[in-house]
């Protein structure tokens, strides 16, 4: 959209079931701030919202563990994300939760409008039901074991060991989660949203009318029409959400995916009574910011609620990122294999922008990234400190050495090439940093900002005004040339401020402060100039900007990290020598005889879409070549068991996964830190031959 009259700008709604960590800054809050902050610079009409998503069940199965209530819970996480959030300067107009009243009523409209227009579909189906507990059981209430990789402990919607992405009916031996009872089928009913009758204007408006998204944004929704649209219940079986707002529909809540974008509106309506400016006028434009985890509730299904309810302008753009790892591996909480956002504020006070600057410039923006802590030390020491905050730094020291204390005039008589070269590369910067910021392309922006610093040091290593200063005697010259010099490097910082702001916003109130002037000189209309800091203003003694990370520090964090996993392991490994000691129920030789195990040979191996944790494989069975889906993606990569020799159960019934028929099971082994080998031949031998 061009020119729009205002901006809404939404960053996704984190469940209130935990801390966060440095991948949610990362995948959405900070990618987020900046972009706000930048149309603030412009003094665009923008409103941030952001609040805590308190529904679901990550939030009961949460309070089960803890033995405390969900209010609780969120009560607890709630406040502590909103300080992290806080703390690390991401900038919401409001952050909200959508337990507050506003919320619940405005949830509870918005799916009553939609009834009454008859927009639902009711059906009635089975579901799970704990005889003894009386409930009806969420698909992560249900346990049992994988049929992937037998582990005895999967979800009923997904196994936490191979990733696999499951159904209850599928688990071996299910169980209830809240009593150990083995879970009976009941019918209830349910209403359902039938997204396939929105499937062809969906089609329309992203695949035909944003192009400009991101690729895998673009992607994703694309793969998702493709496979065709089925309806989803909007409302589920809990006594923790939002009542259904129908007499009939006792014991029913909405669907945490049908609320939580709606605390969008709810937020914006606590934030201003203006709210339908920014949710219902056509030159609004919305912006919402997620992980890529996200993207098909925000870009297909909240769009077309928005769409059958009528009334509410639909988002612009979507620029969902990808994940960030954690020193080569995928950020588990449950493995406590993670950097929490509230700790590293506390080991590194006053370092918030040192974080802020590493997430953004290792930005998981078109591919998943990794955050390693020796990276973190490189990059704040050589490029922070040794780039940006050196040339700030000299030019200060040297102003107040060579010039007083004050601003210098610039003498256009002598000025010369390198002189016009710095100030065009000031100009051109700001037309870079610009268009990438408003193309969503932050990495790209930071970087050109740190490159103009370099540019900064390379010219006043150039210039060499301390060698100069040794001819004042001798070159009558010498003091203009010193001048124009360190009024060139000054109007240089007072640009910097500007471009750094909102990436590291700390960083940029220091900076004006020593230049003491007011925080309006850092509004965007004034990038881009060299007339920012007056002729004969004296400025303050120079200020670090940023200090040294030592090795012991980061040895530290990753001991720290280190430590956190094997306390998260520890009882896994207790679980795990249990399993091993306590064996399953006695079975007879014609048992076993009926499994068929062939020693196979992975001819190719590659990764399923939207599916972290699976690899697709081609198995060569000597007789016939075989497709076997396998939760091992998160252990090998797929080019690292090419030509590889696998013992495959090879009479296994087929099965669906990701709409790929698996014919087969591979045998793995996992060791007690958690990790899977492959259950193979000593030696190679010829595929197809038996194993008994």
């Known amino acids: 959209m061009n020119n729009p009259s205002r901006y809404l700008v939404t960053a996704a709604l984190p469940y209130a079931n935990g801390p966060v960590h440095i991948g949610h800054l990362a995948g959405c809050y900070l990618p987020a701030d900046i972009y706000v902050r930048y149309l603030r610079s412009q003094k665009k009409d923008v409103k941030f919202i952001g609040g805590s998503d308190e529904h679901g069940v990550p939030i009961t199965i949460r ?11 969120v009560d607890r996480y709630h406040a502590l994300i909103k300080e992290s959030m806080q703390q690390m300067g991401i900038s919401f107009d409001i952050y909200s939760r959508t337990s507050n009243p506003v919320h619940h009523e405005t949830a509870s409209a918005f799916f009553k409008k939609m009834y009454d227009a008859g927009l639902f579909e009711e059906k009635e189906t089975e579901q799970y039901y704990d005889e003894s507990t009386k409930t009806f059981l969420a698909d992560r209430y249900i346990t049992g074991t994988c049929p992937v990789c037998a582990n005895p402990n999967a979800y009923g919607d997904q196994c936490e060991k191979c990733g696999s992405s499951l159904s209850p009916e599928q688990l071996i031996n299910p169980r209830s989660a809240l009593s150990d009872a083995v879970p009976v089928k009941k019918k209830t009913k349910h209403w359902y949203f039938p997204l396939q009758n929105y499937e062809t204007w969906l089609k329309e408006w992203i695949i035909d009318g944003h192009k400009e998204w991101k690729n895998n944004v673009y992607g994703q929704c694309k793969s998702w029409l493709d496979s065709g649209l089925q309806p989803r219940a909007m409302t589920r079986d809990s006594n923790w959400g939002i009542k259904v707002p129908l007499p009939d529909a006792e014991g029913k809540v909405l669907y945490v995916w049908f609320d939580a974008p709606i605390g969008y509106i709810s937020a914006t309506k606590e934030l201003t009574e203006q709210w339908a400016d920014y949710w219902c006028k056509e030159d609004t434009k919305l912006v919402h910011f997620i ?9 297909i299904i909240f769009p077309a609620m928005l769409k059958a309810h009528g009334g509410f302008v639909l988002p612009d753009n979507v620029p969902a990122n990808e994940f960030l790892n954690i020193e080569g591996e995928k950020v588990s909480t449950s493995r406590n294999w993670a950097v929490w956002v509230h700790e590293y504020i506390k080991d590194f006070p006053s370092c918030e922008d040192v974080l802020r600057y590493v997430l953004c410039s290792n930005a998981p923006e078109t591919k998943d990234n990794d955050f390693t802590w020796k990276d973190f030390q490189d990059r704040n020491n050589s490029e922070l400190v040794s780039i940006f905050g050196n040339f700030v730094n000299r030019t200060w020291v040297l102003m107040h050495k060579l010039c007083n204390g004050k601003v210098p005039p610039l003498h256009a008589d002598i000025v010369d090439e390198k002189d016009k070269a710095l100030i065009e590369a000031i100009q051109h910067s700001k037309t870079k940093i610009q268009n990438n910021l408003e193309e969503y392309k932050f990495r790209d922006a930071l970087f050109d900002v740190i490159d103009l610093a370099r540019t900064g040091n390379k010219y006043m290593q150039e210039k060499e005004p301390w060698i100069v200063a040794k001819q004042l005697t001798q070159n009558p010259d010498a003091q203009k040339s010193i001048d124009n010099c360190l009024h060139l490097c000054l109007q240089l910082t007072a640009n910097l401020a500007i471009f750094i702001n909102p990436f590291l916003p700390d960083t940029a109130k220091k900076m004006i402060g020593m230049m003491k002037v007011v925080e309006k000189m850092l509004d965007w209309e004034n990038a881009g100039k060299i007339k920012l800091l007056s002729v004969g203003y004296s400025l303050r003694e120079p200020q670090l900007l940023f200090r040294k990370i030592e090795d012991e520090e980061i040895t530290a964090q990753i001991e720290k990290l280190k430590a956190g996993l094997v306390k998260a392991e520890t009882p896994k490994m207790e679980e795990n020598k249990s399993e091993i000691s306590n064996l399953k129920s006695e079975i007879v030789f014609d048992d076993f005889a009926k499994i068929d195990l062939k020693v196979g040979t992975i001819l190719s191996a590659e990764k399923v879409e939207k599916a972290d944790k699976l690899l697709k494989l081609e198995v060569d069975l000597g007789f016939e070549k075989r497709t076997i889906v396998s939760g091992i993606a998160l252990h090998f990569n797929p080019e690292d068991i090419i030509n590889k020799q ?15 028929e698996s014919n087969g099971m591979i045998l793995m082994a996992e060791d007690t830190s958690g990790k ?11 595929p197809g031959a038996g194993v008994s």
């Open 646 to 660: 696998v013992v495959v159960v090879a009479n296994l019934a087929p099965r669906k996964m990701r709409g790929i």
């Open 291 to 299: 992980g890529k985890d996200n993207i098909v509730f925000h870009c």
């Open 63 to 73: 309070a089960m563990k803890e033995g405390i209530t969900p209010q609780q819970v």
């Open 676 to 686: 899977l080998h492959f259950v193979k031949p000593e030696n190679i031998i010829n």
